[in-house]
Structures are given as C-alpha cells and as structure tokens.
C-alpha cells in the first residue's frame, strides 16, 4: 500500500499518544497558598551546620527556613557551588521549604551572587533578602537614593533572569529604607513582580511611631514579598533611649492590626520569625514566639 501523507501523519501521531501515555504522570502543581508560609531566621541555629537544622527546624513546628546566604551564614557565598544545592535539598529532605534567603547583595556584578540567585531561583526558592546600603553623614539624599536603585535595578534584573523576587527590608538605623518612603523612592518603576519590600513592623514602628507603621505597610503592601517578625520597646539606658527586643507581644507592635491588614490584602508569602532578644534557651523561646505567630494568622485567616 503507498503511504500517503494523510496515512503517515495518522500514524505519527498515533505513535506520539501511545508514547505520551506510557510517559510517568507528571506531578501536579501545588495548590495556590491561602496562608503566608511561616519560617525560622536560621541564624539562630548558626552553630549547626545546614545539614542538621531541618529536623530541628521542623520539630519546633515551622513550614519553613529564612536561610542565611551570606559570610558567616549556613551557606558560605564563596562554597555556593557546593553547598547551596545540597543546603535547600538537606532541608527538603526533612521537610522544610526553603521560603526565603537572606543575602548580602548589593550588586549584580559578582560571580557568587550569580551562584546564588542562579541555583536558587532554579530550585524553586522564590524570595530572597539584599544586603543593605547605608546613608553616609554627609550624603545628598536624593543622589544616594539615586545610586542605591541603580544598584537595585542590577540585582532585580539578576534575580528576574533566575525567577527569584527581591524584598528591600526597612532596617531601622542609617539604612537606606528605614523610614520606607526612601524604599519607595528605591523600587518605584521597577518590576513590581520582581522587586518589592520585606516589611518588618518592629522597625517600621521604631520610626514611625503609632501611625507611621499603619501608612508604610499600607503603602509596602501592594509589592509585599515576605514578612520580618520580632518585637520590641522603648527602654531608658544610660540617659539614652534605645530598643529593647522582647518576645512577641510584650512590646509596642500592633500585631492583630498588622495582621489583619495582611489578610485582607490575601498575603501569603513568607513570614521570618526573628528572636532578638538572646534568650537563655533559645529554642523554647522560638517555640513561644511561635505559638503566638501561629494565633495571630489563626485570628484572620481561614
């Protein structure tokens, strides 16, 4: 019989179905989140290698690691090659996702913050956190602003060719985006999708005060990556006045406020539990704080 070309591609693409049907199921893709994931800072485990926070990490009860990707953290930038694969496979494997990373960043110029956010970004993780940059004593504010989102932009298209977000964090001190109208200044123009804050309401309130917090969350929220949690209070020292970190919800931040204003902007990106205030034991005191983070999302989301 002569093979026409309608016979041929009859055939063809019966042999493509048969072939399809005998491929493995592929996986499905996991379901949308309806509640922000919650994570441990791995700082506070900093004397554990990676390879041994997992079981730990998971039996505290958290979904999740805000992994440190810096010098001293548990993934060294010059061993990223390395480590950074088997590190967030290590925590996958105890089932511990990797939330988010912190970085210190600053530019999309070196060779290891390519590794990072390359093996990252490849392996699923979706956030991470840049380092900072600081107002000198003498600087022009409007050409520091300038500079710093110049660098940002850099770090923001290295993290978007990878498909990793960055969260600019609002760090009380001389950094840039303590005050969170200079963030804006920062990330506005930049790809929403891709560039965004990591708020921390201790820090906002430091600056803001009681109603400055409420407006720089209003305006973080839109482009909200990830969540910072700690606390904090006002304590006289040595004639000065200084932040004293305490355990959640023994210090001046609103958190059912903080939190409902999260649900209602169906935020459900990673919230990183930070233990300030140098415990005697500190994986009871996590626990704690914990228990409390786990209340306060319980109020306001199904």
Not at 224 to 246: I, N
Not at 250 to 276: N, R, Y
């Amino acid at each position: 019989m002569r093979v026409t070309r309608r016979v041929w591609m009859a055939g063809a693409a019966g042999v493509a179905a048969q072939a399809q049907s005998q491929q493995p199921p592929q996986p499905a893709s996991p379901p949308p989140r309806t509640r922000p994931m919650l994570c441990l800072f791995s700082k506070y485990l900093q004397k554990l290698e990676y390879v041994e926070i997992g079981p730990i990490i998971k039996q505290i009860g958290f979904e999740g690691c805000d992994l440190t990707v810096r010098p001293g953290g548990h993934v060294e930038p010059a061993k990223v090659q390395v480590d950074m694969l088997r590190a967030i496979e290590s925590l996958r494997g105890d089932g511990v996702e990797v939330g988010m990373l912190t970085t210190d960043i600053t530019s999309h110029e070196p060779f290891a913050s390519r590794a990072i956010l390359a093996i990252s970004g490849r392996s699923g993780v979706q956030y991470f956190k840049p380092g900072y940059w600081s107002y000198g004593p003498s600087d022009n504010i409007e050409q520091r602003l300038g500079a710093v989102r110049q660098q940002m932009a850099g770090v923001v298209m290295l993290g978007r060719a990878y498909g990793i977000a960055a969260g600019f964090h609002n760090e009380s001190g001389d950094h840039v985006g303590e005050a969170t109208w200079d963030t804006w200044a920062v990330l506005n123009g930049l790809e929403p999708r891709w560039a965004g804050y990591y708020f921390d309401p201790c820090h906002a309130t430091a600056e803001g005060g009681v109603a400055g917090w409420n407006i720089a969350l209003r305006l973080a929220l839109p482009r909200l990556k990830m969540l910072a949690v700690k606390d904090f209070y006002w304590e006289k020292s040595g004639g000065k006045w200084q932040m004293r970190m305490c355990p959640l919800g023994q210090g001046m931040v609103d958190w059912p406020k903080v939190f409902s204003m999260l649900a209602a902007a169906k935020f459900t990106g990673p919230i990183s539990l930070h233990c300030e205030y140098n415990p005697p034991e500190m994986l009871e005191a996590i626990g704690r704080d914990l228990q409390f983070l786990k209340k306060q999302v319980n109020a306001v989301y199904a």
